[in-house]
């Protein structure tokens, strides 16, 4: 069972990942039969393939996206919930979105389950 100290390092790995852009690695991260749900109420993506289908899709939205890990953090049992803005750089502007984020681990400390909380329409103007 993954502790509180290794899925905040989880956390941070899972966004360090995606802003290098290494999709590879951070497919790695997640374990096979993983699930995503990206915003909460669209379609759930399944499965390494399906996952990597939704990396390929955020990183063709924008010329670029980081990902930002904030407080509050909380971790209870084997998951974490927190707050995680995005920033998107759109060329001519920036945006970002805070979104709740809530992550599963297994026991083997790989993520199993991502649930994001946002909708588009809260997107803003980013002054960074």
Do not use: C
Not at 87 to 96: A, N, R, Y
């Amino acid at each position: 069972m993954p502790t509180p100290d290794s899925i905040r390092d989880a956390v941070a790995a899972y966004a360090r990942l995606f802003n290098d852009g290494d999709r590879e690695a951070w497919l790695d991260h997640w374990a096979a039969d993983a699930t995503l749900e990206d915003p909460v109420g669209t379609p759930v993506r399944t499965g390494r393939a399906e996952i990597g289908e939704f990396w390929d899709l955020a990183h063709s939205l924008a010329q670029g996206i980081e990902l930002q890990v904030l407080e509050p953090f909380k971790v209870a049992g084997n998951e974490a919930a927190f707050v995680l803005r995005i920033v998107t750089d759109l060329g001519d502007t920036k945006m970002f979105v805070d979104v709740i984020e809530i992550q599963r681990y297994d026991e083997d400390g790989k993520l199993a389950a991502m649930r994001a909380f946002w909708s588009p329409e809260e997107m803003a103007p980013y002054g960074g």
